[in-house]
């Protein structure tokens, strides 16, 4: 594995951060001295932060309870800090490690820096910041209506942190949601929701839907024998709709309890919304200034 990576991309505003499974974009916007300096900042920062999380990994992977352990790294203590209000349910610190690193690289772009806004985008999950009077709108996927729909979040809103979770994504799922995407206060809080509700979007024993013991596609994971989806048929209307009222039944319980802002649910071209999220076709919105997630 080669070591952490940094460069711009063609557009000479967007920084692209890489390190083994770390892939992150950073963009800034304010004064240009204090872009340059936030930017020195998150490329310090980057040169330790996967090794810090390999150096507890083994305890990272171990499920989570509702009395947070102690780790040494900041981004662990966020990863921790995420998933002990869901352990009620199986749940990892790794299930909110995309959210973590993207809290982290924002704090770290942000200390002592005057910025308008920022945003740290980690594979699709990402961590905002809006100053005073600033919004932001992100395209999200997976929505099944063949197009990246948007969301804006204005600084009032109390978002500062977008994840998306599915069967369809880079990490492993219990259930079969296309997508799961979360606003909630932090990139950590947004990531571990959107794993447990997209978890929850499932038909159990349904014989169109192939699962393997996640053990057997990764030794090492951290959700050992459970099955994680691996292909999902074709599913009948009502299927897809209890399908989609279940993971909705958990994303009001995390709404109702303050864990999540809003939440939209998708599966087979239906959709659940909970919360005030405004999906909307790109054309009707401009397009730069977008954080992908």
């Known amino acids: ?47 330790t932060i996967l090794n810090e999380l390999v150096e507890e990994l083994p305890e990272l992977r171990r499920p989570a309870s509702l009395k947070p352990r102690a780790f040494a790294g900041r981004t662990a203590r966020r990863m921790e800090a995420a998933v002990a209000p869901l352990a009620e349910s199986f749940i ?73 979770s599915g069967w369809r994504g880079r990490s492993f799922s219990l259930g079969i949601a296309d997508a799961v995407t979360v606003l909630a206060r932090t990139g950590a809080e947004a990531d571990a929701a959107a794993t447990l509700i997209a978890n929850a979007v499932d038909l159990l024993g349904h014989p169109a839907i192939r699962r393997i013991p996640a053990r057997e596609l990764a030794p090492d994971s951290d959700l050992g024998a459970r099955p994680v989806t691996q292909g999902v048929g074709a599913l009948a209307p009502d299927e897809v709709a209890r399908a989609l009222d279940n993971g909705l039944a958990v994303a009001e319980d995390f709404r109702r309890r303050g864990l999540i802002a809003a939440s939209a649910l998708f599966l087979a071209g239906q959709t659940r919304i909970s919360g005030s999220v405004a999906l909307a076709a790109p054309n009707k919105h401009k397009a730069k200034e977008t954080a992908h997630a």
């Open 1 to 47: 594995m080669n070591g952490p990576q940094a460069h711009w991309l063609a557009d000479g505003r967007r920084l692209h951060l890489n390190h083994g499974p770390i892939d992150l974009i950073v963009e800034a916007f304010g004064e240009a001295g204090e872009r340059r300096a936030a930017y020195a900042q998150a490329v310090a920062r980057f040169q």
């Open 92 to 164: 990892t610190p790794m299930a909110a490690v995309a959210g973590s690193v993207a809290d982290e690289m924002l704090a770290t772009l942000l200390a002592r820096r005057r910025l308008e806004r920022a945003y740290v985008n980690n594979g699709g999950d990402s961590a905002l910041h809006l100053g005073k009077g600033r919004s932001m709108t992100l395209a999200i996927a997976g929505t099944g209506h063949g197009m990246a729909d948007r969301i804006s979040i204005r600084a009032e809103d109390g978002v500062r942190g977008v994840a998306t």
